[in-house]
DNA sequence: CGTGAGTTTGACCAGATGGTCAAATCAAGA
DNA sequence: TCTTGATTTGACCATCTGGTCAAACTCACG
């Protein structure tokens, strides 16, 4: 293993090599269903020598998973309370069913975990989580004081977000199996963006 | 392997453990992160002896998915195209979250063969799926032509259906994270009823 | 009972998998 | 160029896992 000095450059490149793979790999068969050979061979690597990078496979999962949470809870870190209620959620919900377009590995992965129980993030979840959508739902209900916006449970309303936009990269096959051709966010977007603007008109 | 005769008593009480387990198991951790000896013990039996009764993981999977299917969407089958159409979907909606109460495993268990790329259920999904939604996509729409519900893409109002209620399920790790000791269903019922008479009517 | 089919099991196997290690190779600064 | 730490690898290992098999046991029924 490399000494505790700066990364060199080698380092880096390999290091990111692996992250993107085992993204594809976990995102795609979940922990227990990735193997570190598949992961070897698509970072381009061999498995010795992979693991003189990460000392073993859960470390590998664990560095992936703590690395995206922050780029995963963003959208909902920017909503921010100073801002026109309506305009800041539609944005928000904007930017989720983006994220589900753009970032379906990093769903997926989340997805996998979450739907097995999240043995290896339920800490992050009571706490971190928790934390951040309690403030949020707070932010919410305040508007909801306001008469800014509807009266609704805050929390339900958060979930009901994330079920609706992260269910386009989660269940992506079953969505383009019964679309065919067409594109799921070509529709998905409007009729999010009206369920939303009708639920939420006070 | 037993003949093909009528079922003994045995054959019948085994067959029914097994495939309980292989629900426990499966939907915990997923096909690959399933293991037989594993089934085997939740169900009480020793791995050649569960095996005498299914010819493979692969099989016991596959007979547990196929025999879910139709218990799984039959409240979509169920959808009246001759009944009140508020009336009817809002039921649907009301099925469909139940189930996600009383039946988790089920819903993990679809979730996670989905959110893996439903390697085991494709066909299924892009026929049989496919028609039924289809069908009651059309019915859907000829409310809408009425001028019973409001006017939106049929297909995403179903998706939004599946995806409000098994978020539930699927994600309850999740919900229950953030929720804390409040039940999460007692809330949701509401809320989804709220959301969508306020999305349908005209 | 006795008997044949149905059921169960311990021992076993081959391949996959996560991980180790010493030796070989490479890269960069003195 | 030489040296030293960083990097890479082939060989190897223990364990897990899906699956097999012949032998033993049990049950229902004539």
């Known amino acids: 293993m490399p000494k505790d ?105 989340f997805a996998n975990e979450l739907v097995q129980g999240a043995p290896r993030i339920h800490d992050a979840l009571s706490n971190d989580l928790k934390a951040l959508v309690d403030q949020k739902a707070a932010v919410l209900t305040h508007w909801m004081d306001q008469g800014k916006i509807a009266r609704l449970h805050p929390h339900h309303l958060i979930f009901s977000i994330w079920a609706l936009t992260q269910h386009y990269a989660d269940f992506d096959v079953q969505v383009r199996a019964i679309l065919g051709d067409e594109d799921p966010f070509e529709g998905a977007a409007p009729f999010i963006d009206t369920l939303y603007r009708k639920l939420l008109t006070p």
């Open 5 to 109: 000095r700066a990364p060199t450059r080698i380092q880096k490149k390999n290091r990111a090599a692996i992250l993107e793979a085992a993204l594809n790999v976990f995102s795609a068969h979940g922990f227990r269903g990735a193997t570190v050979d598949q992961i070897a061979a698509e970072a381009g690597l061999s498995k010795p020598n992979l693991l003189y990078y990460f000392p073993s496979k859960e470390a590998i999962h664990t560095a992936l998973l703590s690395g995206l949470l922050d780029t995963w809870l963003a959208p909902l870190h920017d909503l921010d309370e100073n801002g026109e209620p309506m305009e800041e959620i539609l944005s928000y919900i904007t930017r989720k069913l983006q994220m589900s377009r753009e970032l379906p590995r990093e769903s997926r992965l």
